[in-house]
């Protein structure tokens, strides 16, 4: 089977298991994800408000205002308000590139870009490798949770008379910001940043603790092996670039690309504004988008506890086509009711329904595939000499395109109508179609040995000669075993 195959590496069990102290750890590490979340669930509540709107954005107020013949589709194209919601992105794409030189641990503290970047690999550093796909998944359940919040605050908040509530939501961001600084103080290293900063000794009794065993001498070798591996080489940056590491250079860009074109962001950002747009009210606007949040948190839950069982790829390719399907069941029932027109019409109860429920089937597939695995796989994959540099393209690229959507969505809305859920969609069918034949299986393989997983993959192997392997005891050895 194309990229298939389960791979065999070593077949290498480290010793210990889990302990409370890394459970601990992880959960607080991954409250990063609440404030990435919040930012995201808060905007497209907030520009959906007449409030925030009149005194903002008067002149999409009045389109809104408007009478019928205003084409549904285009009620709400503004590039100044989308930049309001884009702009946040730019922000933490400029951070990112900043955070690859400081240490993980500094960085949680300091905004989004910082955390979406020191986060994933924090976790997946952390994690037994038996584990590590469902402790990593911890900070994009700490996402949804952030965008719930924001639904719920956004359907509260509306309803606030004097019409300020846009300000609370926006205030209320900082309640995250506060959670994620206190937990960057007393967040523990991970033994690959010790050892990376020379702390042999602290590195070996942070492994033990979090291993719960002292017996750790083995994983401790490999650590030690990779952090030699990593002193040797003098800039991560135009390392990445050497043939060895396109495998993981092509993942590290193209994961975070396919995450944004699978359009969620459109439903994140946009969801009660896309619900206005089809006709609902105000209020059942908002409404809808808590619906959506709430099953973004649970469907989360189907990853977490699937992924190091089943593996990443089932997950990626059972999600990808759920999603195919309902954006094209969305698509066309948001033409058989506006049609290229997009004259307001109005929309039957059970009708709008339908469309919700679709929208949620898709949400779900996202959230048990590409949402967490989006930052689970390029966390896992790089080695220790590039991981930085690595995971610093994956925040941008991610950022850049989240950006990019955010931006263009309600032009695009206007201009594509229907058509831009079959655009996403066969973005999807492109995205899986890849997954398929170019993404190894890296469930349970030890981060330092994935270089074992690329090895044998039928086409990344031709990348990486033999003596590129330098996995602890298995220096130099033949590695088809
Ligand atoms: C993505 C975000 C998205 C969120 C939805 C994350 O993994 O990076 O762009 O809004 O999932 O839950």
Redesign the pocket.
């Known amino acids: 089977m194309a990229g298939g195959a389960i791979v065999s590496t070593s077949n290498k069990q480290y010793g210990g298991k889990m302990t409370s102290f890394v459970l601990l750890a992880c959960i607080m590490a991954s409250s990063g994800g609440l404030i ?2 919040y930012d ?1 669930g808060i905007s497209g509540g907030v520009t959906s408000m007449d409030s925030f709107l009149e005194s903002f954005f008067p002149s999409v107020f009045a389109k809104q205002q408007a009478d019928a013949s205003t084409s549904q589709y285009c009620k709400f194209d503004s590039e100044l308000l989308t930049l309001f919601t884009s702009s946040l992105y730019v922000a933490a794409l400029i951070a990112s590139f900043v955070a690859s030189s400081v240490t993980r641990r500094v960085l949680l503290g300091i905004g989004i870009g910082f955390a979406n970047q020191s986060v994933p690999v924090y976790l997946s550093e952390m994690a037994p490798a038996n584990l590590r796909g469902t402790l990593n998944i911890g900070f ?1 359940l700490m ?2 949770v952030g ?1 719930f919040a924001a639904n719920l605050i956004n359907y509260g908040t509306a309803s606030i008379k004097g019409g300020w509530g846009w300000r609370v939501s926006l205030g209320l961001a900082a309640v995250p910001a506060i959670i994620m600084s206190v937990g960057a103080f007393v967040l523990p290293d991970t033994p690959n940043s010790l050892i990376e900063r020379g702390y042999g000794e602290e590195a070996r009794q942070m492994l033990q603790k979090i291993r719960g065993t002292d017996d750790v001498q083995e994983e401790f070798e490999d650590l030690v092996a990779a952090s030699e591996e990593a002193k040797t080489i003098k800039s991560p940056w135009s390392n990445i670039l050497q043939s060895k590491y396109r495998p993981q250079l092509t993942m590290a860009i193209l994961i975070p690309f396919f ?2 074109l699978t359009g ?2 459109v439903i ?1 950002f946009y969801a009660p504004v896309l619900f206005k747009t089809i006709g609902f009210g105000g209020e059942a606007s908002l409404a809808s988008a808590v619906i959506t949040g709430l099953v ?1 948190v649970f469907a989360t839950f189907v990853s977490i506890a699937t992924v190091d069982k089943l593996g990443r790829r089932v997950l990626f390719l059972q999600g990808g086509a759920q999603m195919f399907i309902s954006q094209v069941v969305v698509g066309t029932l948001i033409a058989l009711k506006f049609g290229v027109s997009g004259e307001a019409t109005e929309l039957s109860k059970g009708y709008a329904s339908v469309i919700v429920l679709f929208i949620c089937v898709y949400v779900a597939a ?2 048990w595939s ?3 695995l ?2 689970l796989v390029p966390s896992e994959i790089f080695p220790l000499e590039i991981r930085s540099a690595g995971q610093s393209i994956t925040v941008s690229v ?1 950022m850049f395109f ?1 950006f990019i959507i955010a931006q263009i969505f309600l032009l695009a809305l206007c201009h594509m109508k229907f058509g831009l859920f079959y655009f996403f969609a066969g973005w999807v069918a492109i995205m899986t179609a890849f997954i398929y034949f170019f993404l190894p299986e890296t469930k349970n393989v030890p981060i330092e040995e994935i270089i074992l997983v690329w090895k044998k993959h039928w086409f990344w192997g031709k990348f990486i000669a033999d003596e590129d392997i330098h996995v602890g005891n298995h220096m130099h050895k033949d590695t088809s075993a």
């Open positions: 990435f979340g995201i994009q996402i949804t965008i995450q944004q969620i962001n994140m973004n996202f959230a590409w949402g967490p989006g930052w991610n989240t």
